[in-house]
């Protein structure tokens, strides 16, 4: 079945950097778009970072310049590298795949990862 497992999050001040990764299972990765979505405590989930399956990428204008998103086949890996990070960036990650993007919504999930910045 498939599976996403997020790892990397952890508490950092503002102004650091912490590089998440997102280990896939049971799907042929390279054929997917891969995002990166957080979700604030009483706020809407929002998506982050894309990266399509020719190595197509997007980011939302909150992140640009400071996130990168990156993908290994071979290891069937995805990645999110943070630096200057701010107290607002502060969520629950997620990695998400689906056959393509732009999408809706994406088919699989990870449980996602906590990314604290304190100030």
């Known amino acids: 079945q498939v599976q996403l497992v997020e790892s990397g999050g952890g508490s950092v001040q503002a102004g650091g950097s912490l590089r998440l990764s997102c280990a896939a299972s049971g799907y042929t990765f390279s054929s997917y778009c891969m995002g990166w979505f957080r979700q604030a405590p009483g706020k809407e989930r929002e998506g982050v970072a894309f990266i399509d399956s020719i190595g197509g990428i997007r980011y939302t204008n909150f992140v640009k310049g400071r996130f990168t998103i990156s993908k290994d086949n071979a290891k069937n890996t995805l990645y999110l590298q943070m630096n200057n990070l701010k107290p607002e960036d502060t969520a629950m990650y997620y990695c998400?795949?689906?056959?393509?993007?732009?999408?809706?919504?994406?088919?699989?999930w990870g449980q996602g990862t906590q990314v604290t910045v304190s100030s």
């Open positions: 998400a795949a689906h056959p393509y993007c732009p999408a809706a919504d994406f088919r699989y």
